[in-house]
């Protein structure tokens, strides 16, 4: 699987973003498919994340009720709206995808990346 992540940007605070992970090849309905981010000087850490049969999803903390995570199945795509963005938001976002149903939420579990799109929300 080969993913490619795009719609990064400029935002100004409290605007809104999404971005897009176009995947290639056959996503099986037992993989998980999630969006990490990465700010200079920080580790990669979890945003959220889908379950590719069920479309259950999980969130950090820092981005519950501001963003979500949707598929389109139709199109091998997932998505994730952000809203009411913040300066603190502002990173590299990559998507990535595992073979696994479980949620993990550490970035070494996850077997796909796509390249990164950088997110910079202005105060």
């Known amino acids: 699987v080969q993913l490619q992540a795009s719609g990064g940007g400029l935002v100004q605070a409290g605007g809104s973003l999404r971005l897009s992970c176009a995947a290639s090849g056959h996503i099986f309905s037992s993989y998980l498919m999630g969006w990490f981010r990465q700010a200079p000087g920080k580790e990669r850490e979890f945003v959220a994340a889908?379950?590719?049969?069920?479309?259950?999803?999980y969130y950090a903390d820092s981005v519950k009720g501001r963003f979500t995570i949707s598929r389109d199945s139709a199109r091998n795509t997932v998505y994730l709206q952000m809203n009411s963005a913040k300066p603190e938001d502002t990173a590299v976002y990559y998507c990535?995808?595992?073979?696994?149903?479980?949620?993990?939420?550490?970035?070494?579990?996850?077997?796909?990346w796509g390249q990164g799109t950088q997110v910079t929300v202005s105060s």
């Open positions: 889908i379950r590719w049969r069920g479309g259950n999803t």
């Open positions: 990535a995808g595992r073979g696994s149903y479980n949620i993990d939420y550490r970035p070494q579990s996850y077997e796909y």
